[in-house]
């Protein structure tokens, strides 16, 4: 640690502190030059996304992995807002994942605004729907509070959204009106109980392991007001893409402005691109549009687009709250309506043991704990590691073995303090061992098999601080490719790799013995 | 420690000298991995163009295939990320193809990137992200050099816009040192970012 002198504010060129609270976002002490302003834009996303990956434990509510909250045992961070952290969790009782959002403590400063935001949790929690996040309760220590929520494997509708945007093919109709008519449907329960959403874009719609969309971050908005415009990490900051007219005027919102915002995201799912785009990313502009502009017709980049729900969309889309529909469940209704005359979207693909979804088998074993996690991508490693003779590979695999017997079901503090201090170790060391079978005369074989193991020792080393199921993905897809080059059986490899995962599955916590076990090489063979 | 890119690339052809090669891999390795998962790939496959790009650069690098003076190092090593993202977006599209025949021709992401336009949109990105990427180890390298409370007030009012007073309270030093801290922070980053700034050497 350096020595911090505190530095003399006598005789020091800076100027003197300003006498009120400038607004967030203002100049501050008038000393950032336009070059300065751009480095410290850089520096801000640059944090943000570092927020998702890394854990500063100096910061006070920042909850280091592996330690309690609430009843919870606290996993890696997963997201960082202007309001919240928010942390994997698991609730040790039953076993089952959650989310923890730990509200940073300067949003909840005032009195009045911690009032308004428990009744509005208060109000959350009794929205019980299959398309809304679930909530689990609100767990507190301390100053320090926090909302659990259900934990969703899937991704966002914002990923999917990019990904046919990168792709340049637009969202099958049958698929966008069905994602509609859940996040619909979901809003209504909340409309219901006269809750209105207020924040209703693609980042905020996720899906399930079962691919079911769940409408999440009720009420978030509400702390956001006043403060940073930060919608999440490594996102842009506050586009008002999806806002209602009547909130980029500051009035008072209503279930038809969830209506107007669920319009905007559908628009976007069967154009690929918002209802107002302006050529520089100016929230003003886009509020003005909003605001003043008639919407586009979708049909305009959809040709093939149902006129039923160009007319939906429009609908959704009026400036005056009237005309639309007055809530999301009279929404869901004529969604639901229209959708009888759209073909059903064809059946997805029959996977062969050849061709990985890496993604499936990612989503498939974050089901599964971290200590399975680890065994499973190591016994995938194992299968192959008899092609590989390099031996720091076998003691790099062998850490990540006794990695996955230290990862057990609470980890305390300690255990997982020693075994973050072993990642650099083993990732070097299997990195160094991969690169090193990569430029021997080894075989093909061989280098994917060593692939396998690194990142079988990635994996263990991955976590706390990172998505460990990818990692074991990747291990799995490269022992494949080994296999394939070494001409051995894929499918018996694929088949055994299934009877384990089903074994780690039914694996309760508590138990010990039998998940850190190497396989025998023989188990190749059919 | 390696205090310059030159330094580094140099050291980093010694098969020996592992130092050089996590500080390497640390600096390197997140532009490569986010300007993949830019490009459209996955996570897993952003993963094997990581290391794939990794092998290769190291590779190339100790058998003195990147030469300085034929260019900036930056460009060289997008001529390698990108050649690898294109791969396996390649594989990825004989993949569908294998799965999905219904799919029918859609736009083609390929014949997209690979156009000159497109092209420049990945260029973009790799700007970008190897800014982002050298920020990320300059913060790194900053906020052990300056120490934590110095580097909290510059995270608390210069990246999250806290108000002066409030950061000085917490952090319990006058309001000026905010400043001070504030500019000794940018200071440290600028003049690393001058050391690994992609300059062709002389």
Redesign the interface.
Same mark, same amino acid.
């Given at each position: 640690?350096?020595? $911090?002198p505190? @530095?003399t504010?006598a005789g020091?060129a &800076?100027?003197? @502190? @300003?006498e009120v609270?400038?607004p967030?976002?203002a100049e501050?002490?008038g000393?950032e030059s336009p070059e #300065?302003a751009a480095?410290?834009e #850089?520096? /801000?996303?640059?944090?943000l996304?570092?927020a998702t990956t890394t854990t500063r434990a &100096?910061r006070q509510t920042e909850l280091p992995c592996g330690s309690r909250f609430g009843g919870y045992i606290v996993g890696r961070l997963i997201g960082e807002g202007g309001m919240a952290r928010v942390y994997a969790a698991r609730d040790p009782l039953s076993d089952k994942p959650a989310a923890l959002k730990v509200l940073k403590p $300067?949003y909840l400063a005032s009195r009045e605004m911690l009032e308004r935001f428990w009744r509005e949790a208060g109000s959350m929690a009794r929205i019980r729907h299959d398309n809304v996040v679930g909530i689990l309760g609100f767990p507190q220590e301390g100053d320090i509070r926090a909302i659990a929520m259900e934990l969703l494997a899937g991704r966002s509708l914002r990923h999917h959204l990019d990904?046919a945007r990168?792709?340049? /093919?637009p969202m099958p109709i049958a698929r966008a009106v069905t994602w509609a008519i859940q996040a619909a449907r979901g809003l209504a329960a909340a409309h219901a109980v006269g809750m209105v959403h207020r924040d209703v874009k693609p980042s905020n719609l996720l899906f399930d392991d079962a691919g079911t969309l769940k409408v999440a971050d009720f009420g978030a908005i509400l702390l956001m007001e006043g403060a940073?415009w930060l919608t999440g990490v490594g996102k842009q900051i506050g586009t008002p893409a999806y806002m209602s007219p009547e909130q980029c005027r500051g009035e008072r919102v209503t279930p038809a402005s969830d209506v107007y915002s669920l319009g905007a995201t559908l628009f976007e799912m069967v154009t690929g691109r918002l209802p107002f785009e302006v050529e520089e990313a100016s929230p003003l502009a886009v509020m003005l549009k909003h605001i003043s502009e008639p919407a586009p017709d979708p049909r305009t980049w959809r040709e093939d687009l149902p006129r039923w729900l160009a007319t939906l969309i429009s609908r959704c889309l009026s400036k005056d709250p009237q005309s639309r529909y007055p809530e999301c469940g009279a929404l869901a209704d004529a969604l639901q309506a229209g959708a009888g005359g759209v073909p059903a979207e064809?059946e997805s693909?029959a996977s062969s043991p050849d061709?990985i979804d890496? $993604?499936t088998v /990612?989503r498939r074993l974050a089901e599964l704990s971290h200590r399975a996690i680890i065994c499973w991508a190591c016994r995938c490693a194992r299968r192959v590691q008899a092609l590989n003779e390099d031996p720091r590979l076998e003691r790099a695999l062998a850490i990540a073995e006794s990695a996955a017997g230290d990862a057990d079901a609470d980890g305390t503090p300690e255990s997982i303090g020693r075994m973050m201090r072993r990642i650099?170790t083993l990732r070097?060391e299997s990195? #160094?061992a *991969?690169?090193a079978a *990569? !430029?021997g005369l080894a075989s093909p074989a061989a280098v994917e098999a060593a692939?396998a193991a690194?990142?079988a020792a990635s994996c263990a080393a991955a976590r706390c601080i990172e &998505?460990a199921a *990818? !990692?074991a993905?990747?291990a799995a /897809?490269r022992a494949v490719s080994a296999l394939h080059l070494a001409g051995r059986s894929v499918r018996a490899f694929w088949a055994a790799a299934r009877k384990d995962y089903r074994r780690l599955r039914e694996f309760s916590a508590g138990q010990t013995g039998t998940v850190g076990t190497p396989i025998p090489p023989d188990l190749l063979d059919d | 420690m390696h205090t310059t890119q030159t330094s580094l690339l140099w050291a980093v052809r010694d098969p020996a000298d592992r130092e050089a090669w996590i500080s390497f891999y640390r600096i390197y390795a997140p532009m490569i991995r986010q300007f993949a998962r830019r490009m459209g790939l996955s996570e897993a496959d952003s993963e094997d163009v990581l290391q794939e790009v990794m092998v290769l650069a190291h590779r190339s690098l100790r058998d003195g295939g990147y030469d300085p003076a034929r260019g900036r190092f930056r460009n060289w090593l997008y001529g390698i990320a990108r050649n690898r993202s294109l791969m396996a977006l390649r594989a990825r599209r004989r993949r569908t193809r294998v799965q999905c025949t219904a799919c029918g021709d859609g736009p083609d992401v390929l014949g997209q990137i690979e156009d000159p336009a497109g092209d420049q949109a990945a260029a973009e990105i790799w700007r970008q992200e190897w800014r982002y990427a050298l920020l990320g180890a300059a913060l790194e390298h900053v906020r052990a050099e300056v120490g934590g409370k110095t580097f909290e007030a510059f995270v608390d009012h210069a990246i999250h816009r806290v108000p002066v007073e409030t950061v000085a309270a917490r952090l319990g030093i006058a309001p000026s040192s905010v400043y001070v801290y504030k500019g000794r922070v940018l200071e440290a980053i600028r003049e690393w970012l001058a050391r690994f700034e992609d300059v062709p050497d002389e």
């Open positions: 640690m350096t020595p $911090e505190d @530095p504010p020091s &800076d100027p003197p @502190p @300003p609270h400038p967030p976002g501050q002490a000393v #300065d480095l410290l #850089d520096l /801000r996303t640059v944090l996304r570092e &100096d $300067e990904a990168l792709e340049g /093919r940073t064809e693909i061709l890496t $993604e /990612r650099q070097g990195l #160094d *991969a690169y *990569a !430029d692939k690194a990142a &998505d *990818a !990692d993905a990747f /897809r | -």
